[in-house]
């Protein structure tokens, strides 16, 4: 049976109180709908293992088995990918993430085009500005936005002339209030990647333009070949080089340079 593939929207129009539905497969029970409301966008999870820190909450019901699921709206189009619950139990409790459409569309075509996610980096350690830190640092001209704590040497923030105590409050034309947001636009974006970023320098709006980098400090694409943190480049090996050595599963090293596995021969 041919089946029509789900558009996509654009979970950047998502708003909060609008109506959504959760489809999956909760404790095994196939094609399960539920519906629920968008509770919050940009929301943060402590979770060390998560990725993504970025998260669209709403109250649709959300058990084992919906993850991968799909979160779309009254007109079915996809807003976000069903992720994870808050719960002290394991159990729904009406918390629930998903992650946002527009993310997920990035990840699938760096999945395809490179191999793996790409994730542009700006250089910078922050905190979301409070009334405390703004007081302190006498931040009179906004209430909101990412103090930048501290600058990378050669990072993508220092090269475009951004300084410990400004406080960034737009990414690209969108507002970044709190770090979920500044995330989510960071989630979009790729090493090589040119973006617009406002800030305040002494209570003074400034517009720069930056070139994120990816985490080794280039402008350049990575690709899955490319060297882990342990110092090696990998490469599945083919069914004859397996069959040649006489094994049935294994990768190929096929580069190395300084790191734990150089330093252990």
């Not at 789900?6 to 709908?33: L, Q, R, T, Y």
């Not at 539920?34 to 990725?51: D, F, P």
Request: aromatic share 6%; net charge positive; charged share 20%.
């Amino acid at each position: 049976k041919t089946l029509d593939p789900i558009s996509f929207g654009n979970s950047d129009d998502v708003k909060v109180g609008e109506w959504a539905v959760a489809v999956g497969n909760p404790f095994g029970f196939n094609s399960s709908v539920t519906a629920g409301i968008i509770s919050a966008k940009g929301r943060g999870v402590s979770e060390g293992s998560v990725g993504i820190k970025s998260f669209i909450q709403h109250d649709a019901a959300v058990n084992p088995g919906n993850s991968g699921g799909a979160l779309v709206n009254t007109n079915g189009d996809l807003i976000g990918i069903n992720t994870m619950i808050y719960s002290q139990t394991g159990n729904y409790a009406g918390i629930s993430f998903a992650v946002p459409s527009n993310i997920v569309k990035k990840i699938v075509t760096d999945l395809k085009q490179y191999g793996t996610v790409q994730r542009a980096v700006l250089g910078i350690s922050y905190e979301e500005l409070n009334a405390e830190k703004a007081k302190e640092h006498k931040i009179t001209a906004t209430k909101g936005g990412i103090y930048v704590a501290k600058v990378s040497d050669g990072g993508a923030a220092m090269d475009a002339g951004i300084k410990e105590g400004d406080v960034i409050v737009k990414l690209n034309g969108a507002e970044v209030k709190n770090s979920g947001e500044m995330q989510e636009e960071m989630s979009k974006l790729r090493p090589g990647d040119k973006a617009t970023i406002q800030y305040y320098r002494d209570n003074k709006l400034k517009t720069t333009t930056v070139t994120f980098k990816n985490d080794q400090g280039t402008t350049s694409i990575t690709k899955s070949s490319d060297f882990t943190s342990l110092g090696c480049a990998f490469m599945a090996l083919t069914g004859k080089e397996k069959e040649d050595l006489g094994i049935t599963n294994g990768v190929k090293v096929t580069g190395l340079k300084d790191g734990k596995f150089k330093a252990n021969g």
